[in-house]
């Protein structure tokens, strides 16, 4: 045994891992120890998906989407095998107004069951499209819901028991939009898609040698979730965007499994931040810099009017690479590095007036609503071979996930408050179903500025108590629930997720 395996079986044992042997070879797959085939890409043009507005039938807006496999050429010189959304992999973005009917036509061409959520929408919860509402492969499910959000950036993907994590690797997931064009006109908001409005959807990816996907969700890659060594913004590596215009939107959007971002530009340049998760802010926010779990969502709006070329950075340090015990462990992994995401040349932009609006919206006040319940959730770790190399050992209040068993039950169209406590070792990014939320406080202070609007998703760093108020909805269904859980697609299906009625 080399000397680092030593010390690191020593330190497994005082950090509470209960004491098995662990055999070379799962010593090194839990300390994330794999070879990563480290591919070189050279620059390529920004990718914009597919755009699909749907089609007006009957006073809806209807969608046809169909859950596929093929061959996808991600890397230089060889494809990978992928599944995707109407394409070979990822899916294109869907673009839709509030108070729109939309009707999703899913049709399951894979051969493997696959359920398809639409993250952030307030909807019924038999259209909600979770673990329940599985596609049998060869079966159409339809989802419909009149659209109550409110124009932000969303994000729809694969909620399949016990396989989101792998399915969204492998590529099923992608941006939705809900827009109000004639508000961002009047407030100077870009949002003419591909030209001055564009997708940012960041997911990390390894592969192997012979280009196929390197995913694993045992081990390290169960505890700090599964992470790439290849980053890749609209499914494609080292692109650089040559935006037509001098000022523009980039929906951040963190798409990946398990990876937290720390995002700035490489001049540190301000940029100015206009919706959150669920809906704009009701005043930008100036930011040089804003940090991203998994699945959340930023709109920002960048002046690239001085022509210089610039690229979206990432900062190492956040998340849950260098987390307590696994960083000592998986320290040594280089996952958690400073890397660019995309590049930005502005040279050929024509000048248009930059962005001066400071006021955007104006939002209800909620700060004296009443409270009909207050919920407590622990969010917890096993630490233990069970949730290194078994299939649970995440749990929300003691318990794995049960499709059969209903968490909570709250009441419709009340505000509730959920008190998000985390005792474990790496941060988990909780996220509820069925609404956009505020949050009151983390630790007892005020949240960060960055994420000061409607919310789907929040960071529960290592021992912080986070706050948040939830509005529960006008939709009853006494039999069909919606989730909550951690954001880490890993820790979901390892059983950090719950489920709560509204009636
Ligand atoms: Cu983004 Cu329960 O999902
Ligand atoms: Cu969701
Ligand atoms: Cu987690």
Redesign the pocket.
Known sequence: MKRRDFLLTGLGVTAGVTAVSFAPYAMSQMMGRRRNYQPSFSLQNFAVPALDEGTAIDGKQVFKLALQSGESRILPNTSTATIGINQNFLAPVLRFKKNQTVRMEVSNKLNEAAAL?W??MILPASQDG?PHQAIKPGDTWVAEWKVLNEPATY?Y?S?THNH?AEQVWRGLGGQMQIVDEDRDQELGIPHQYGVDDFPVIITDRSFTESGAFQYSNSGMQRMQGMHGNVILVNGIANSVLKPEKSLIRLRLHNASNARFYHLHFSDNRPFQLVATDGGILAQAQPLNDIRLAP?ERADIIVDVSDGKSLSLRNKKGYGNLNRGMMGMMGGGSGLDSDFDLFHIDASKASKVAGFKTTQLVSFPDWTNVDIAATRQLQLEMQMGPAMMFGSGGFTINKKGYDLNVINEVAKANTFEIWELNNPSVTHHPI?V?NTQFRIIDRNGRLPYIWERGLK??VTVSADEKVRILVPTGPYKDAKMPY???C?ILEH?DAGM?GQFTVT
């Open positions: 959520h993250h952030g979770g994000f993907h909620h989101t699945a996220h179903h789907d998703t989730m909550y859980h954001h979901e997720m």
